[in-house]
Structures are given as structure tokens and as C-alpha cells.
Nanobody, 121 residues
């Protein structure tokens, strides 16, 4: 599966952004999807994940209550709605895919290119 992330940009603290990740190739519905991020000088970290049908979601504690992951299998797209953004959310955000939920949250097989999110204070 090939992944293409978009929607990053510059936003003020307290603002919102929605990231999108479009998938092509093999059947999108066969994959659990995830979002990760990497800030300058830091390791890449898990942000959120969603199951095949969207019935189960998981979040890092740092984004719980502010970010929402969702998917539209008819459009082969996964979204990350980010609200109440903070300067510490500044990072390159990556979407990822793997058939297994436990793997997509840790070391997914497929990665998209990153999209930059910058939150100004």
C-alpha cells in the first residue's frame, strides 16, 4: 500500500488542523492505520491508531481529548483532526499502515511521507 499524507501547515496555539492520508494499492480496508510524529531532535512517537472498520481507536496520552483519528474506507483515506494545538505538537506527522493493530502502533510496515505541522505560540 502507498500512502500520501497532506494537510500540514502553520497554525497558532489553540487552533486546529486536519491531516489526511490517502492510500492506494492493496485493499485499504485490510489495514489498520496510524499516525506518528517526529519533532526536531526527538525520536518518532506514536500519536493515534484506528482499526480496519474504525470501531477501535487508540491515542497517545499527550493527544488524548484533543486529536481524533477517523477513516473513510470508501475514499481510502484516514484523517487526524487536531484541535487545541500546542507548540509542543510541532513535528513532522507521518501516516502508517499495517494489517495488525499491535504492529501499527509500534512498528508499522508501510509509511507515508511526512507533512509538517508547526504551532506558533
Amino acid at each position: 500500500v502507498q500512502l500520501q499524507a497532506s494537510g500540514g501547515g502553520l497554525v497558532q496555539a489553540g487552533g486546529s488542523l486536519r491531516l489526511s492520508c490517502s492510500a492506494s494499492g492493496r485493499t485499504f480496508g485490510n489495514y489498520c492505520m496510524g499516525w506518528f510524529r517526529q519533532a526536531p531532535g526527538k525520536e518518532r512517537e506514536f500519536v493515534a491508531a484506528i482499526s480496519y472498520s474504525g470501531g477501535s481507536t487508540y491515542y497517545a496520552d499527550s493527544v488524548k481529548g484533543r486529536f481524533t483519528i477517523s477513516r473513510d474506507n470508501a475514499k481510502n483515506t484516514v484523517y487526524l483532526q487536531m484541535n487545541s494545538l500546542k507548540p509542543e505538537d510541532t513535528a513532522v506527522y507521518y501516516c502508517a499502515a499495517d494489517p495488525i493493530m499491535g504492529v501499527v502502533r509500534n512498528n508499522p510496515r508501510h509509511w507515508g511521507q511526512g507533512t509538517q505541522v508547526t504551532v506558533s505560540s
